[in-house]
C-alpha cells in the first residue's frame, strides 16, 4: 500500500487539489463542487475533467474514484504545517474533550458501508468531512486509500479509527512528503 500513496496518480491528485485551492485557483469551480449532488454532477464539471485528464498522464484510477475525491477535496483546504497529522479514520475517532469519537461509530460504519455505492460514499465522506472541519489529517493517505479503496483499506480504517492499529508496522509509517499535508 505504501507505494499508492507515493504513486504518480497521487501525486497528480494533490498538485490538483492544491492548485484547486491555491490564492489564484478557481473559487467557482470549488464552489460548483461543493454544491454537486454526487458523482454524475460532479463529472458535469470541467474542473473534475481537469482531475482525471492530469491523472491520465500520469498513472490511472477509476473516474468514479476521482470524481469522488472531487467533491471532497473541494471541501479540504491544504495545510503546510510541518507536523505529523492522523489518517482520516483516526483523526474521525479523535476524543476531543467530551470523550466521544468526532464521528459516531453509527456514522463511521455507514461510511464504510457506503463505500460500495459512489454516491453514497461521497455524501457520507463529505459528511465526515464536515464534522471534522478544521481538524488536520494526513490528506495525501486520504486520497490513496479513496483511489484504491479495498477491503483491505476498510478494515485498517476500522484499526485507525478505534486507535488499536500497531504503529510499528511499515504500512503505518509517513514519508516526509506526507508529513506536509
Known amino acids: 500500500m505504501q507505494h499508492e500513496r507515493n504513486s504518480p496518480t497521487v501525486n497528480a491528485v494533490v498538485n490538483w487539489w492544491k492548485l ?7 473559487r467557482g469551480a470549488r464552489a460548483r463542487l461543493k454544491r454537486c449532488d454526487g458523482v454524475f454532477d460532479a463529472l458535469l464539471e470541467p474542473e473534475t475533467h481537469k482531475l482525471i485528464a492530469k ?5 490511472h484510477a477509476s473516474e468514479k474514484n476521482l470524481a469522488v475525491l472531487a467533491l471532497a477535496l473541494a471541501r479540504v483546504k491544504p ?3 510541518p507536523v505529523r497529522f492522523p489518517t ?3 483523526a474521525l475517532g479523535q476524543q476531543p474533550s467530551d470523550a466521544r469519537p468526532r464521528l459516531s461509530p453509527m456514522r463511521f460504519s455507514s461510511l464504510l458501508r457506503a463505500s460500495e455505492d459512489t454516491d453514497e460514499f461521497a455524501r457520507a465522506l463529505r459528511r465526515a468531512l464536515a464534522i471534522l472541519g478544521d481538524t488536520p489529517f494526513n490528506v495525501r493517505r486520504f486520497i490513496g486509500d479513496v483511489l484504491f479503496f479495498t477491503d483491505q483499506t ?4 476500522t484499526f ?5 492499529r500497531r504503529t510499528d508496522t ?5 514519508s516526509p512528503e506526507e508529513t506536509q499535508l
Open 88 to 90: 482520516f479514520a483516526a
Open 170 to 174: 511499515v504500512e503505518n509509517t509517513q
Open 20 to 26: 484547486i485551492h491555491a490564492e489564484h485557483g478557481d
Open 160 to 164: 485507525e479509527y478505534y486507535h488499536t
Open 55 to 59: 491523472v491520465r498522464e500520469n498513472g
Open 79 to 81: 495545510t503546510e504545517q
Open 154 to 157: 476498510r478494515q485498517r480504517w
